[in-house]
């Protein structure tokens, strides 16, 4: 699975791993507005959160931004060779599953993912990058959906 920028991908990824948590957070609140049904999957000592912004300030959420934060940032240390994440990603997928998010909710990600990218960059998000990252995301879900019993 050879992507064809990776420094593409490197480049824009450096700009956004210097606050990941401020980026992370605009993906997740774009996620909630498109996708409200997955805010009650965040709970937390069964506590279920109220709003999307009481779900965004919770310090366990924010662990959970940080970690998927970390699996972009693998994906993009890994980029020209995606196959050494496929098992990690495959369990990635399984956890996924079994807390109730569906494979369909992962498309919204991805468009979240370039909505995120697009207000850090700027301008600098050219086509060009916008499709090298779509290409990315595209690979790290389908080792995701095996979690799923996909192939």
Same mark, same amino acid.
């Given at each position: 699975?050879?992507?064809?920028?990776?420094?593409?991908?490197?480049?824009?990824?450096?700009?956004?791993?210097?606050?990941?948590?401020?980026?992370?957070?605009?993906?997740?609140?774009?996620?909630?507005?498109?996708?409200?049904?997955?805010?009650?999957?965040?709970?937390? *000592?069964?506590?279920?959160? /109220? $709003?999307? =912004?009481?779900? @965004?300030? +919770?310090?366990?959420?924010?662990?959970?931004?940080?970690? !998927?934060?970390?699996?972009?940032?693998?994906?993009?240390? *890994?980029?020209?060779?995606? /196959? $050494?994440? =496929?098992?990690? @990603?495959? +369990?990635?997928?399984?956890?996924?599953?079994?807390?109730? !998010?569906?494979?369909?909710?992962?498309?919204?990600?991805?468009?979240?993912?370039?909505?995120?990218?697009?207000?850090?960059?700027?301008?600098?998000?050219?086509?060009?990058?916008?499709?090298?990252?779509?290409?990315?995301?595209?690979?790290?879900?389908?080792?995701?959906?095996?979690?799923?019993?996909?192939?």
């Amino acid at each position: 699975m050879e992507l064809p920028e990776p420094e593409l991908i490197r480049q824009s990824w450096r700009e956004v791993s210097r606050s990941p948590l401020e980026h992370g957070t605009v993906l997740f609140a774009r996620l909630f507005d498109l996708e409200p049904d997955l805010l009650p999957l965040f709970q937390y *000592n069964c506590r279920q959160f /109220s $709003s999307p =912004e009481d779900c @965004l300030s +919770s310090p366990e959420f924010l662990d959970h931004i940080r970690k !998927v934060m970390l699996v972009i940032d693998a994906a993009v240390t *890994n980029v020209e060779d995606l /196959s $050494s994440l =496929e098992e990690y @990603l495959a +369990s990635l997928g399984r956890k996924h599953r079994a807390v109730g !998010v569906k494979l369909s909710s992962f498309s919204t990600v991805g468009e979240t993912l370039l909505y995120m990218l697009e207000k850090c960059l700027g301008p600098a998000f050219t086509p060009a990058t916008r499709a090298a990252w779509s290409q990315l995301y595209g690979a790290v879900v389908q080792a995701m959906s095996r979690g799923w019993g996909g192939e």
